[in-house]
């Protein structure tokens, strides 16, 4: 999953963004809010980690921008300890949950877990499913419910695959793509990303799914059945 982390801390955002990591999370760092709001509306996140406390632009005129324009992230505002009117007001404008500094850092892992948790799981929180192809989140293994065949996944194939799972029957640009997989300071090319598309068309078959990734010419791609 992707995180953005909104934190002018510089001591703490890298600590934090270390610790993340060893998650499995892979996490922008933005260190004023105006960064923050840009980055924001790339809609490439799972969730937002945002401080309140934010030169250039407050974390609540953040939060009331990136809702304004319709993104729908999961955020999670970072407060102090005293301000509970930043705590009311931050969920009255459109947050999904707070947590007071200083935090235990398996408080903030179990609070982003809740967050990124998606209509499009099935019968469990960790399954991501489309047609009769799943896979279990934490699991390096991609299923089809119907063969019964499954095939384990590298890094980047399970990212891309997660990626197309929560925006089945959308198309997802090759530019989005490679901001959500590599970052936005990646010197990745689009034949990357069409390298890994055809990594998983291929194993795909394998698993003899109904489900295909669709070529939109031009575009980029999308799972459809």
Known sequence: MRLLLVEDEEGFAE????????????????????????????????????DIMLPKMNGLMVLKQLREQGIHTPILLLTAKSELEDKVTGLDSGADDYLTKPFHREELYARLRALTRRPAESTTSQELSYGDLYMLQGSNELYCKVSGNSLPLNGKEYQLMEYLLRNAGQIITREQIIEKIWGYDTEAEYNSVEVYISFLRKKMT??????????????GYKLTI
Do not use: C, P
């Open 206 to 219: 394998f698993l003899k799914t109904e489900v295909s990734i669709q070529t939109a010419r031009k575009l």
């Open 15 to 50: 600590a934090l963004t270390a610790s993340l990591k060893m998650e499995h999370y892979i996490t922008d760092w933005a260190k004023d809010g105006e960064e923050g709001l840009n980055l924001g509306m790339s809609n490439i996140y799972d969730a937002i980690i945002l």
